[in-house]
T-cell receptor, first 112, second 114 residues
Framework: DAKTTQPPSMDCAEGRAANLPCNHSTISGNEYVYWYRQIHSQGPQYIIH???NNETNEMASLIITEDRKSSTLILPHATLRDTAVYYC?????????????FGTGTRLQVTL | EADIYQTPRYLVIGTGKKITLECSQTMGHDKMYWYQQDPGMELHLIHYSYGVNSTEKGDLSSESTVSRIRTEHFPLTLESARPSHTSQYLCASSGTQGWRTEAFFGQGTRLTVV
């Protein structure tokens, strides 16, 4: 699975959009971009994933560049409850030979 | 709603004891994973399984062992617990069908070895 690079921390004011970047320059054609978050020490929670098109769900939007070497997770109106560590992961979507490895992630702090 | 359960949630045990951490899922997922995480630190993959009778070592070496006799069950065992095993252990599962292949996590077991 391709390696990802994320900033270690970010701040965002409540009500504003939080844009979390992720670099994955060695991504392969059959690898998807997944985002998870971990609030305090709970189990990580799935947010969204995509292959090459932008995706949106009730939690967030995922913007993937045309060359697929980077992506941005967007929380459109961040709240205090969005304070968490956000992980960007690149992996094959449904293949059997695919571990699920987390990096260091980005610690997002949402403030008043 | 994730249907993956870990027991116990908290465990305090003496050095040298044998322990088994339970993980069960009712989603029929083929893949299951165990992670170890110290407070404020990274999630480290220690074991994973692609299906029944399949187990693999993860990225972080661990003295624990796992088994996968049934699809829904993936227990982790420490034959002789030591204080260095004190950590949080998180179990996860994921499917392999269609678009929805995300992983679901249990609530974790916080292990303290005294």
């Amino acid at each position: 699975d391709a390696k990802t690079t994320q900033p270690p921390s970010m701040d965002c004011a409540e009500g504003r959009a939080a844009n979390l970047p992720c670099n994955h320059s060695t991504i392969s054609g059959n690898e998807y971009v997944y985002w998870y978050r971990q609030i305090h020490s709970q189990g990580p929670q799935y947010i969204i994933h995509g292959l090459k098109n932008n995706e949106t769900n009730e939690m967030a939007s995922l913007i993937i560049t045309e060359d697929r070497k980077s992506s941005t997770l967007i929380l459109p109106h961040a709240t205090l409850r969005d304070t968490a560590v956000y992980y960007c992961i690149v992996r094959v979507g449904a293949g059997t030979a695919s571990k699920l490895t987390f990096g260091t992630g980005t610690r997002l702090q949402v403030t008043l | 709603e994730a249907d993956i359960y870990q027991t116990p949630r908290y465990l305090v045990i003496g050095t040298g004891k044998k322990i088994t951490l339970e993980c069960s899922q009712t989603m029929g997922h083929d893949k299951m994973y165990w992670y170890q995480q110290d407070p404020g630190m990274e999630l480290h993959l220690i074991h994973y399984s692609y299906g029944v009778n399949s187990t693999e070592k993860g990225d972080l070496s661990s003295e624990s062992t796992v088994s996968r006799i049934r699809t829904e069950h993936f227990p982790l065992t420490l034959e002789s617990a030591r204080p260095s095993h004190t950590s949080q252990y998180l179990c996860a599962s994921s499917g392999t069908q269609g678009w929805r292949t995300e992983a679901f996590f249990g609530q974790g077991t916080r292990l303290t070895v005294v």
